[in-house]
């Protein structure tokens, strides 16, 4: 016995012909009369009287049909609730993003987002661009907003949107000796000591690569987690740091820092939004991509 052979047998209890029992639920009028064969047989009953006017309820029937307007009827209130439940959850966007676009890029669009769409429920997570994504992947966010190199491919099941240049400069302390040269050449940066961010991340990967083809070692180097962590370092002049551009645009403006474009660098960094690779979009991730593409432009190096 299901909740299908249940209707079918309460449109007939209620003088519905098969063909108009058939309509009614969507159905095709053998299958409507396969339902009510196997309800018989599932209940081992006779439920059906047949006569010229089609079919008449035995008494068994009648004593089946209470039992079976409420089955059907809290069915069909769980359908409803459970479609609230969705309709819920259909407003809800789960963003991750990697440090830099979560720390200085995305917070003032978001919030405008918010403004635009109230009904939609953001949660954001932030990680490193590589496990971002790879939330992405596994279905546990729903779209990524991450630093990326220009030579990501866009073959791993995703779809990048490029938002923003995020291209990485020189920063270092006013009283740092260089800080009086406006053009710093890669000669000058032998001897520095240089505050790292950790192994792992874009910012990290792009200096590296940066360092290997001006052919600069990097072999006096502090490693930091985080990219506040290098600002307060700087300000101790501790040594000088290659970072995105906009993660000290407060410190540069305020004099805290000072800096210096990389010498022989072409910018290759990003930051992108990342969508799973889906013929389909839940309408509050079409809201969203729609915004970050006319909203999340690029800030002016």
Known sequence: MNVQQLKVFLSVCDGHTLLETADKLGLKQPTVSFHLRKLEEALGLSLW??????FQPTSDAYELLPYARRIVMLVDEADERMSELRSRQGGRLRIGASHTPATYFIPRHLAQFRSLHPDVQLLLTVKKASSTLAMLRSYEIDAAIVSLPEKLREDEGL???RLA???LRLFLSPEHPLAASREIEVEQLLQETFLLHESGTTSRQLTD?????VGL???SAM???AIETIKAGLKCNMGIAVLPWRSAIRETQSGELIQRSLPRYRNNRFICLALRDE???????RKFLSFARSNMAALPE
């Open 165 to 167: 240049e995020d291209g």
């Open 49 to 54: 009287r047949r006569n010229a006017r089609g």
């Open 223 to 225: 490693e930091m987690g």
């Open 159 to 161: 779809v990048l949107y």
């Open 209 to 213: 690569e940066w360092a290997q083809q």
């Open 217 to 219: 070692r990097l072999d």
């Open 279 to 285: 013929e389909t979009l839940s309408p509050h991730l």
